[in-house]
């Protein structure tokens, strides 16, 4: 690929306590084949090595810097690098995940050859037990495009991208002085932000190529076992997105929007029974928002069916959900 003017490229890696993958995660950083590049590598307040490990490649590499901060979370790591970047373009690798080297390479081609603002990659996912499998991919092995509306509503049912902020590549001036991640949401929170560029991008080109290695951590914040409470950011992130009004009429977005928050009402709800503390207040509000919307989503064919099958038990009452979803739906492993 030729572009004139090459336009800088930011890496953002937001890391905290990561000293036995970062260092394999700027690498593959500082290994792709765009040259254009700056590596910035947030460390949100580690107790490990993973902040020396970052300063001593940065010592070695001019395009690699690093910014320590107090820990304060993901997005706040994030939102310091959005505001001290000089790209025209920004991704994101978390500290223990892998960009394979053509990553920004072709989703650069995909916003060139497409007059996109937004390229998404293929993904790997990578279990702890050695194997994988792969995700987005199509047969043709052709750059997908959406437009409008349209790419918000394929992103919400996960057709050719998911709602993280990684395997992405987003035009600054998409959110620039306009969208930051919330740092009152400590997860789910990149799908606001994800959500907010592709509304307000005129074209999305999802490329072929497998550029983005998700290892599965059983020790990240998401897999960790401690007080599931957290994973009620998911249900705050949909929420807000819905109380601040649906960008557009058009009844396939509302629809998708409306699924996606009860998908994830369902999903926070069964976390939030497995800890076996007390989450009532937020138990209720999730039943409460899964009451109000469950109609819609039977109806949506779009709905994924163990989510619909959940709305239409959930007349029933929810001890019947709980039953009929433990036993069938997502039996424990």
Not at 96 to 116: F, Q, T
Not at 202 to 226: C, D, L, Q, W
Not at 256 to 266: I, S
Request: with cysteine; net charge neutral.
């Amino acid at each position: 690929m030729c572009i004139k003017d090459p336009p800088l490229v930011t890496v953002i890696i937001a890391t905290h306590n990561d000293e036995q993958d970062i260092e394999n995660a700027v690498r593959s950083a500082r290994r792709q084949t765009w040259r254009e590049l700056e590596i910035i590598v947030v460390d949100d307040g580690s107790t490990d090595s993973t902040g020396a490990k970052c300063d001593a490649i940065a010592a070695r590499d001019s395009r690699v810097r690093v910014i320590h901060m107090k820990n304060s979370g993901v997005s706040a790591a994030r939102n310091t690098a959005l505001e001290s970047m000089r790209g025209e373009y920004v991704t994101f690798l978390d500290g223990d995940d892998l960009l394979s080297p053509k990553a920004v390479e072709a989703m650069m081609a995909g916003i060139s050859d497409h007059d996109a603002d937004i390229a998404t990659c293929a993904l790997t996912k990578e279990r702890s037990d050695g194997s994988s499998f792969k995700n987005f991919v199509w047969p043709d092995g052709q750059t997908q495009v959406t437009e409008g509306i349209s790419s918000v509503v394929e992103m919400l049912y996960a057709t050719n991208c998911n709602t993280s902020v990684c395997q992405k590549l987003f035009k600054r001036a998409l959110f620039d002085g306009k969208y930051a991640f919330p740092t009152d949401i400590r997860m789910g929170e990149d799908s606001y932000f994800t959500y907010r560029c592709f509304l307000d991008a005129r074209r999305v080109a999802h490329v072929p190529e497998m550029g983005y290695i998700y290892r599965f951590n059983r020790e990240s914040v998401t897999n960790k076992a401690e007080n599931n409470l957290k994973f009620y950011d998911y249900v705050r992130v949909y929420d807000r997105i819905v109380e601040e009004g649906f960008a557009s009429d058009d009844p396939a977005y509302v629809s998708a929007v409306l699924t996606k928050l009860v998908g994830q009402n369902f999903w926070a709800m069964m976390k939030l029974r497995a800890d076996g503390l007390d989450h009532e207040k937020e138990l209720d509000h999730i039943r409460r928002n899964i009451r109000r919307y469950r109609a819609r989503v039977i109806m949506n064919p779009r709905a994924e069916t163990h989510v619909r099958g959940a709305c239409a038990l959930s007349y029933a009452g929810f001890g019947t959900v709980n039953v009929i979803y433990d036993r069938h739906l997502f039996p424990a492993k």
